[in-house]
C-alpha cells in the first residue's frame, strides 16, 4: 500500500523567513503534485514534477523531485501572511488517474 | 468562469436519508473523480470515471454510489447517509491525454455534508 508522509505537519512561520515541507513516499511513482487549500476551501494546483531532478517556481514557492529518494519538497522562500494554508502533496499512479494525498501542512505565516 | 461547480455547497441530512450531491464541468474533461475529505484530514478517493467506466475504489463502502449520464455532469448518492458520512466531498475533473501529460486534476468548491 502506498504511503505519503509530509512533515511538518504544522508550521508556524515568521514573515520573511524561509521552510522546507517534506514529502515522502514508498512506491514508485510517475509523477508528483503540490495542492493548496484555504480552510473551508477547494485544493488549488501548484506544481506538477514529472521527472527526476525537476525543479519548477512559482513567486515565493519551489517544488523540486528525486525519484531515486522518493523525496519531493515545498520550499519557501521569504514567507508573507498570504501563504497562509494547507498545502498537500499527492503521488500521482495510473498516469495520475490516481492521487494519493499526504496529511497535508498546515501554514501558518505571523506578521 | 467557474470550471467545475459543485451543487449544494453545504447539505445537512438525517441518519439514513438518501442524499445526492452533484457535479457539472464545463472543461470538457474526460475523467470525473469524488473524493471524501473529514476535518483536517487528506483527501481520500471514493471513486471516478473514466469517460462512462467506473473505477471504484476497493475500500469504497457500499453506500456511496455514482452515476455520470453525460461528459459534462456527475453525482454521487450515498443511499443511508451515517453520521461518519459528515465530510467535505470534492469533485475533479482532468483530460488525461498521454502517459507525459501532466493531467492536473481541477477541483470544485466543494460540498459540505453535515449527517445528523
Known amino acids: 500500500e502506498l504511503k505519503v508522509e509530509q512533515n511538518p505537519l504544522f508550521l508556524s512561520m515568521q514573515e520573511g523567513k524561509n521552510y522546507t515541507i517534506y514529502c515522502n513516499y514508498s512506491?514508485?511513482?510517475?509523477?508528483l503534485y503540490w495542492y493548496r487549500q484555504d480552510p473551508g476551501k477547494s485544493l488549488e494546483s501548484l506544481f506538477v514534477?514529472?521527472?527526476?531532478?525537476a525543479v519548477k517556481q512559482e513567486g515565493r514557492l519551489m517544488a523540486s523531485l528525486d525519484t531515486k529518494a522518493r523525496l519531493s519538497t515545498l520550499h519557501i522562500t521569504a514567507a508573507v501572511h498570504d501563504l497562509s494554508a494547507t498545502y498537500f502533496c499527492?503521488?500521482?499512479?495510473?498516469?495520475?488517474?490516481?492521487?494519493?494525498f499526504g496529511a497535508g501542512t498546515i501554514l501558518r505565516v505571523k506578521s | 468562469d467557474a470550471m467545475v461547480i459543485q451543487n449544494p455547497r453545504y447539505q445537512v441530512t438525517q441518519f439514513g436519508k438518501p442524499v445526492t450531491l452533484s457535479c457539472s464541468q464545463t472543461?470538457?474533461?474526460?475523467?470525473m473523480y469524488w473524493y471524501q475529505q473529514k476535518s483536517s484530514q487528506a483527501p481520500k478517493l471514493l471513486f471516478h470515471?473514466?469517460?462512462?467506466?467506473?473505477?471504484n475504489e476497493a475500500d469504497t463502502p457500499d453506500n456511496f454510489q455514482s452515476r455520470r449520464p453525460n461528459t459534462s455532469f456527475c453525482f454521487l448518492d450515498i443511499r443511508s447517509p451515517g453520521l461518519g458520512d459528515t465530510a467535505m466531498y470534492l469533485c475533479?475533473?482532468?483530460?488525461?491525454?498521454?502517459?507525459?501529460?501532466?493531467?492536473?486534476?481541477?477541483f470544485g468548491a466543494g460540498t459540505r455534508l453535515s449527517v445528523l
Open positions: 475533479a475533473t482532468s483530460r488525461v491525454a498521454g502517459d507525459q501529460a501532466k493531467n492536473i486534476q481541477y
Open positions: 512506491t514508485t511513482s510517475d509523477r
Open positions: 499527492a503521488v500521482g499512479l495510473e498516469y495520475g488517474n490516481k492521487l494519493v
Open positions: 514534477l514529472l521527472s527526476n531532478g
Open positions: 472543461l470538457n474533461h474526460n475523467v
Open positions: 470515471y473514466y469517460d462512462k467506466d467506473f473505477n
